[in-house]
């Protein structure tokens, strides 16, 4: 009997849930889980989850925090979901930096410090935690400083090699460059139609892999944001790759050979090395009007649904 496509990918890239829905991870049962705000605002709506979404209440009445009290229920509630993942993972759990801090290195380094400190005080170690920053040059230098002090970070909204340049420079543990954002920006601009292969989120992270490999980068690459099932088989053998559970499901279901299209031995024509200062980053960026227009709206729409999670939080602690 042909193992399912899903069984397939898993022999050769580490298949990740890109969800805060605790059961659809019990269910698919994959190695990581990564979450963001839209996924934690998702979840905590969810009345399968209001106990938890009751005692980081009840915490934040008790904790008497002031104006900061809104804030540190959203941690506590982030924390929550995470530390109820790490019991049914096996791996590293990710777990965001407020998007209204991507552009301060200090306030993300220490909101990270914070998220570490919050997970230890569970009796979770650092060596289960991923926390997630925005891949803005002041996301990356406090990766950079965070990565020097043993706390591993997912590079997040990654869109171009040049971002993902700078994070291999700085030491990131992990880059998620986004796939199903880059084409959605493409079609919209009057590409296509696209296959799988030539698929322009499909292509980016091929570059990016092909360029990490040639100079032996050790940054995890983690493909990100699918649309569909093709750009997933396109990756296939990837470092890693997050993906949602509805495309979990189809690949579960779907038979048929899936060859592997990514390995460290094989990438292709070596890509030429880029040097990069923080002026460098910000111009090769701005030459790039599709990584920086989704750069920014991916942080406007963390940001807002952020905004929505604490006016839910605020709310019910009135």
């Not at 995470?82 to 759990?93: C, D, M, Q, S, Y």
């Not at 971002?163 to 493409?186: E, K, M, Y």
């Not at 088989?233 to 060859?259: H, N, V």
């Amino acid at each position: 009997m042909t193992a399912s496509k899903l069984d397939q990918l898993r022999q050769m890239t580490t298949v990740v849930a890109d969800t805060g829905d605790i059961e659809a991870v019990r269910r698919l049962a994959p190695v990581d889980c990564t979450t963001n705000p839209t996924l934690i605002l998702k979840a905590v709506e969810t009345p399968a989850y209001a106990d938890l979404v009751d005692e980081a209440i009840l915490w934040g009445r008790k904790a008497g925090r002031g104006a900061d009290t809104v804030h540190a229920v959203c941690d506590r509630l982030a924390v929550t979901f995470g530390a109820e993942l790490t019991k049914i993972v096996p791996g590293r759990v990710s777990t965001e930096v407020d998007a209204d801090l991507s552009f301060d290195t200090n306030a993300t380094i220490e909101k990270a410090r914070a998220l570490i400190a919050a997970y230890r005080e569970r009796g979770i170690e650092k060596d289960r935690i991923l926390v997630k920053v925005a891949s803005t040059w002041e996301g990356i230098q406090a990766a950079k400083v965070l990565q020097a002090e043993g706390i591993d970070c997912n590079l997040t909204l990654l869109f171009s090699l040049p971002q993902a340049v700078a994070c291999a420079d700085a030491g990131a543990f992990l880059i998620s460059p986004f796939v199903g954002r880059i084409l959605d920006w493409h079609v919209k601009a009057g590409g296509g139609p696209y296959t799988a292969e030539t698929d322009p989120g499909v292509v980016s992270v091929k570059s990016i892999y092909a360029y990490y490999k040639t100079f032996g980068i050790q940054t995890v690459v983690m493909g990100a944001s699918f649309r569909n099932t093709g750009e997933i088989e396109a990756l296939a053998g990837c470092d890693r790759l997050t993906i949602g559970p509805s495309l979990l499901d189809e690949l579960a279901a779907a038979k048929g050979d899936l060859p592997r299209r990514l390995s460290p031995d094989s990438v292709g024509e070596p890509p030429a090395r880029l040097d990069l200062d923080e002026t460098a980053f910000r111009f090769a960026l701005n030459e790039d009007a599709m990584a920086t227009e989704k750069l920014a709206e991916g942080i406007r729409g963390f940001v807002k649904d952020l905004r929505s999670l604490r006016k839910l939080v605020a709310a019910r602690l009135a």
